[in-house]
C-alpha cells in the first residue's frame, strides 16, 4: 500500500488551506468567515485588516496592514468593531481592558509617561483583584451596589488599587461613546481596614544623629546617611555611584551632591535605571559634617575598586532585602522602617534645620502644586544647595 502523502500546513487564513478526510481525498478547507470583518495572513506576523464602516459620504471600505499575532490581529480587528461598527457588540471590561488600557500603559511605559512599577504594580492589581470579578462583566452593566459590596470585602489598599485600575479602564468606553458614563466613579464608600500598616515613627535629629554613631563603619551607613539625610527613598539609597558624587564647600558649608538615577529593587545584584516617575530624578544634597563623612565613605570605595556606595563586599550594590536584614540588626530595637527615614529628613529638615518647603519639596523629588511649579520655579542643583547650605548655617 503507498504512503499516504502529507499536506503543507498554510498560513492561518489562507484559502489555499487543505485537509485530509478518511480515505485520502484531500477536500478543500472551507474559508472561515467571520461576522464582520476580514483578516488576510500575507506572510507570518504580517496581516492584512478589511472593514466596512459608515462615513459621512456613505459606506467605505477600510483596509490597515497589522503586525504581530494573528490572535492580536484579531484584537485589533475587534477594537475597530467596537469604534466604527453599527452593531458592534457591548465590550466586557476584560475586553475594554485588553482593547484600550494595555495598549496605552504600555505605549506610555514605552515613552516614559509611566513608570516600570507603576505598570507593574497596575498589572497586578488587575490580574489579582479587578479581574476575577470583573472581567466578564459588559460595560455597560455595572451596577454601583454589587461595586460597593465588593468594594466592602477588600481591605483598604486592595480596594484603592483596584478601583484606580477599573477607573481608568472605562473611561475608555466613556470616550468611544460605549458607555454614557463610568458607573466606577461614582463615590462609593472605601474600605477603612488595611490588610497591614506600616509603623509610622520617624527619628528627631537628635535619634537620627545617635543611630547614624551606631552604624559607623557598616556596609549600610552610606544607605542610611543618604535616606536620612539627604531624602533618598529605600532602592535610591543603594544605587549612588562614587564617580557621579560631587563634594564642594558651598557658603562655608561642606557639601555632597549625589546624582539620583538608578535604584536597586529587594532582589537582584544590579540597579535598574527607573525612578519612581521622572521628578524622582534629582540630585540630592547633604550638608556639613555628614557631607565629610560620605566624602571618607566614597575614598574608601574608590580605594576598594568599586563604584558603589552601597557595595556590598564583592563589587555589586547590595539590594533591598540585604539591607532591611542589616538594618534590623545593626539598629536594635530602635530601628523604625527604613522608609521612614526619609519622613524623618522631611520633618527635622523643615521642623529643626529651617529650611524652604520649596527646597525640601524639590530635593525630596516632588513636583511642585500650581502654575509656578509646573512652569517656573526651576532651580539648578547649585542653587538648591546654596538654600540648604543658608539654613544648615543658620542652625548651627
Known sequence: KAPRLRAATPARGSEKAVHFKEGGTIMPKKKRRRTWGSITTVTRGKHVLRWVENTPEGRKRRSRTFYGTYKEADAELARIRVKVGDDAPVPTIGQAYEMWWLP???RRLAEGGLSANSFKLYGTAWRNIAAP???RTPVDSIRPAAVQEWLSGLS???AEKALTVLKQVVDFAVQYEVVPANKFRI???MPTKASRTRARGVYDLARARAVLEAL?????EPAYMLACFGSCRTGESLGARVDEMRFADVQGVPMAMVP???RMERQGCAPIESLKNEQSVRTVCIPGEYAERLREIAGERAAFGTPWLADRGDG?????AVLDYEWKRLAGSDHIPFANLRNSWRTFAQAEWGVDYDVLETLM???LPGVTGRHYLRMSDEQLAEQLARAYAAFL
Open 156 to 158: 483598604k489598599g486592595n
Open 133 to 135: 470579578r470583573w472581567s
Open 260 to 262: 539620583i538615577r538608578r
Open 104 to 106: 496605552r500603559a504600555e
Open 365 to 367: 523629588g516632588h513636583a
Open 316 to 320: 555589586t550594590p547590595m539590594n533591598v
Open 216 to 220: 559607623r563603619g557598616s556596609r549600610i
Open 187 to 189: 463615590h462609593y464608600d
